[in-house]
């Protein structure tokens, strides 16, 4: 992009980042800064105090396609306001062309400061407001369910012992916390002894190392998640990672087709934007994606205290393979916990074919909870129950379900 001139980096900046007063002059520059400062993005970006990254990524969105000063000899003859107005138009173009959920999508997914994010976060930033509509429509419903998921953090186990309290004998440690005993031999064997790592130290206690929970998301692709259920899939998916990591666990995301992809972390700006980018077409071969999903279980066994599978999918799925199914879901069962969110346009059936089959806990919606505000509401408090693995309501045969029509 081209270097935008530097009082026009730092006013905007200011502009996007604080509430400074707007400046009231009547030139040019200063009715350009006003024209600015009433567009759904600056005055969304001024209520929340952007953060640095998101900043940086806005004003290199808003450079991208600026068209360069002349700087001919007849440019010189042109005050600054006639040579800058181009750029003017340009900036004030690409800031209406942004809705004030991208901005606020930008501040809630991305890092806190500049040291947290590197450049291909910030590259992804400035890719996600570049985005086609569509894809903006999802900034908007991952907001939805956003600050209500993210309250479901489990409460941390309570401590029996003083952080950094005396617990056994060490090798390593400050002086002050020696063994009275090392205090009384010779100087030279003292020197030795530390010298070598040999002085003994009264140690510090330390709580024990705790693994981490693994929470995997499943998301089908493919032309059955074409539309409303794409869309809702996706921003479920981006609530249900950020629930995950209130709650100390670690998301993953993987989509699956005709075979599961790789997964992915769903934190930085770079995974997010790739995973709102992931394109997928064709069929969904589900007992291939079982048995891919179960391999994949035992293999992150050994680094997670317990493993979560939580599918995102199409309330049809899998209505004709039940019985090569059956026995490959009961077995990713057994090794990992398993939820699902069985998606359709229109109206929701009660009972999925493979409900019951595929997760303990299942939760339905339909696409109306895109366009109605009481419906959304309930999707919010049936993804809550979803996000949180802790709480368990049961039906007589033993599964929790809501659906939401």
């Known amino acids: 992009a081209p270097a935008l001139p530097l009082h026009l980096v730092a006013d905007l900046g200011a502009l996007l980042a604080t509430r400074e007063p707007v400046p009231v002059g009547s030139d040019a520059y200063a009715a350009f800064l006003r024209a600015a400062a009433v567009t759904p993005a600056v005055r969304a970006a001024r209520l929340i105090g952007l953060r640095d990254p998101a900043t940086v990524a806005a004003l290199a969105y808003l450079a991208r396609g600026a068209p360069?000063?002349?700087?001919?000899?007849?440019?010189?003859?042109?005050?600054?306001?006639?040579?800058?107005?181009?750029?003017?138009?340009?900036?004030?173009?690409?800031?209406?062309?942004?809705?004030?959920?991208?901005?606020?999508?930008?501040?809630?997914?991305?890092?806190?400061?500049?040291?947290?994010?590197?450049?291909?976060d910030l590259r992804a930033m400035v890719e996600l407001l570049e985005l086609p509509p569509l894809a903006h429509d999802l900034f908007g419903e991952a907001l939805a369910f956003l600050p209500a998921l993210a309250e479901t953090g489990s409460a941390v186990a309570s401590q029996l012992y003083a952080t950094d309290g005396v617990g056994g004998l060490a090798r390593h440690g400050s002086l002050d916390m020696a063994l009275p005993g090392e205090w009384a031999l010779p100087d030279d064997l003292l020197a030795y002894r530390f010298l070598n790592g040999e002085l003994l130290y009264y140690g510090r206690e330390r709580p024990p190392e705790q693994r981490r929970t693994l929470?995997?998301?499943?998301?089908?692709?493919?032309?059955?998640?074409?539309?409303?259920?794409?869309?809702?899939?996706?921003?479920?998916?981006?609530?249900?990672?950020?629930?995950?990591?209130?709650?100390?666990?670690?998301?993953?995301?993987?989509?699956?087709?005709?075979?599961?992809?790789?997964?992915?972390?769903?934190?930085?700006?770079?995974?997010?934007?790739?995973?709102?980018?992931?394109?997928?077409?064709?069929?969904?071969?589900?007992?291939?994606?079982?048995?891919?999903?179960?391999?994949?279980?035992?293999?992150?066994?050994?680094?997670?205290?317990?493993?979560?599978v939580q599918w995102l999918v199409h309330t049809q799925l899998g209505a004709d393979q039940r019985g090569a199914v059956a026995v490959r879901?009961?077995?990713?069962?057994?090794?990992?916990?398993?939820?699902?969110?069985?998606?359709?346009?229109?109206?929701?059936?009660?009972a999925p074919p493979l409900a019951d089959m595929l997760a303990q806990r299942w939760v339905a919606l339909g696409s109306n909870a895109l366009h109605d505000a009481q419906e959304q509401k309930a999707a919010i408090q049936a993804l809550r129950k979803l996000a949180q693995p802790e709480e368990r309501e049961t039906t007589p045969g033993g599964a929790y379900h809501a659906s939401i029509t």
Do not use: K, N
């Open 68 to 120: 360069t000063l002349a700087d001919d000899a007849t440019s010189e003859t042109l005050d600054l306001d006639r040579r800058l107005a181009p750029l003017y138009a340009h900036l004030l173009d690409r800031l209406r062309a942004l809705a004030a959920a991208d901005i606020h999508f930008l501040h809630a997914l991305g890092p806190d400061a500049l040291a947290a994010a590197d450049l291909a």
């Open 215 to 308: 929470v995997l998301l499943l998301v089908q692709g493919g032309d059955a998640m074409a539309g409303d259920a794409d869309l809702l899939a996706r921003a479920a998916a981006l609530a249900l990672a950020r629930a995950a990591e209130a709650r100390g666990a670690t998301p993953r995301v993987a989509w699956f087709d005709t075979i599961l992809h790789p997964p992915q972390g769903l934190s930085r700006p770079r995974e997010i934007a790739a995973f709102i980018q992931q394109q997928s077409r064709g069929g969904v071969d589900l007992p291939r994606v079982l048995d891919a999903a179960l391999a994949h279980v035992r293999s992150q066994s050994a680094d997670y205290a317990r493993i979560e």
């Open 329 to 350: 879901a009961r077995r990713l069962r057994s090794q990992a916990g398993s939820s699902a969110l069985f998606l359709c346009a229109g109206a929701t059936p009660t």
